[in-house]
């Protein structure tokens, strides 16, 4: 099988794996107890802790494991919700299904959502977000940052400028973000942002919440008093080893690794024009710096995505419709409507992520499948 799935998961890297299993081995001790196994655990725990806020341009306090990047998203969101129940709650609609359904929660709590629209890229409309922010009492503003169908980034700078001018915080969804950038959370003035080890070659079930005061957010999960009692429960202390491990590889590596994802980028789309497929390309530009290049969402006309990826795989190419939260879902992508895709290409739209790992040859052997396949018909609405 060739893999072009990497938005919804990457496979773990060998590094990762060894200080993961190397880990299990060396610390058995629950990171909370007082006797010599324990101490050894927290010692590790801490050391692990400081590398990974450090590689993030920030610092151990401001930041704390979770079991996911959507728990990290749900903390942040219902946490400033049940602090601030009387003030607004400002998303979009091309959100990641964790801040999508943490706002539903919202607004099913009884509290209050407002959604600032995009644009046919996926740009948060900023003229609008002010109005928002002018006319409502906002608690936080829950923006993804690198879409993850589509490749959106977000302009940072003018979302933190907004948010700090009429005193609501700023939560980033940057779980796609990490493996194609180098981040310094302290110096963007972010006030939350949630990530996930799986995106950046390291194990699955592993987050990260930061936030710059912990007492801007009620905590999701009681108990035990680990992570500032912010979040209970014993610390899982393999994963989050393999998780400094991935992390610490892909920064030291993320320069190298864009130029090859865009060149892989360039003779895809080169490719696609070359073989006369009509297709349309959902999002930014793909020569736009404001996307991530890895992936790109296409819509093939009057094609059906779902038989598309299924016809796909039987050749041996693993392809998404999207989120792979969703992928059990039969309804189109509620980020492509949010876009307004046209009619002839939306119902037929994939999502291809890719890394730094496929070859010119992998690209090749998909455009080949794509042409045979639309084609013959068998796809066809």
């Known amino acids: 099988m060739i893999y072009f799935d990497y938005a919804a998961t990457t496979p773990i890297s060998e590094n990762a794996k060894k200080a993961l299993v190397k880990t299990l ?3 058995p001790g629950n990171p909370s107890s007082i006797h010599t196994c324990g101490i050894k ?25 979770t079991g996911s990047g959507s728990e990290a998203s749900n903390t942040a969101i219902k946490g400033v919700y049940h602090k601030h129940k009387d003030k607004t709650i400002v998303t979009t609609h091309v959100e990641h299904a964790a801040t999508k359904e943490s706002v539903a929660y919202v607004e099913a709590e ?7 629209p995009v644009d046919s890229e996926g740009f948060a409309d900023t003229d609008a977000l002010e109005k928002i922010l002018k006319t409502k009492d906002v608690s936080l503003v829950s923006i993804i940052h690198a879409n993850n169908e589509i490749g959106t980034l977000q302009d940072i700078v003018a979302l933190r400028r907004l948010t ?8 980033l969804d940057m779980v796609q973000s990490v493996p194609h950038m180098s981040l310094n959370l302290d110096a963007s003035g972010i006030d939350f942002a949630s990530f996930s080890a799986h995106k950046f070659f390291g194990p699955r079930g592993t987050g990260i919440l930061f936030f710059k005061d912990k007492d801007s ?6 108990g035990g008093h680990q992570e500032f009692r912010k979040r209970a429960g014993t610390e899982n202390l393999a994963n989050i080893v393999a998780l400094e491990k991935a992390l610490e590889d892909t920064v030291n590596q993320v320069d190298a690794q864009e130029k090859a994802i865009k060149s892989l980028g360039r003779h895809f789309l080169n490719a ?3 073989s006369g497929i009509d297709y349309h390309l959902n999002g930014p530009s793909y020569q736009s710096e404001k996307r991530l290049h890895n992936i790109l969402n296409i819509g093939f006309k009057e094609v059906h995505g779902g038989q598309l990826a299924f016809e796909l795989d039987q050749l041996g190419f693993c392809v998404s419709q999207g989120s792979a939260c969703h992928e059990d879902a039969v309804q189109l992508s509620h980020v492509l409507k949010g876009i307004d895709v ?10 291809f992520s890719f890394s730094h790992r ?21 796809a066809s609405l």
């Open 41 to 65: 655990s927290k010692k590790k725990y801490n050391a692990t802790k400081k590398n990974v806020a450090r590689l993030l341009g920030t610092t151990h306090k401001n930041m704390i494991f």
């Open 358 to 378: 496929e070859t010119k040859s992998d690209i090749d052997q998909l455009v080949d499948a794509l042409k045979t396949i639309i084609d013959s018909g068998d």
């Open 164 to 171: 700090k001018q009429y005193g609501a915080l700023l939560h």
């Open 25 to 27: 081995e060396d610390f």
């Open 110 to 116: 009884g509290g209050d959502v407002a959604y600032c």
């Open 272 to 274: 696609l024009d070359s």
């Open 217 to 222: 957010f009620i905590p999701l999960i009681h």
């Open 342 to 351: 046209p009619d002839d290409y939306i119902k037929g739209s994939i999502r």
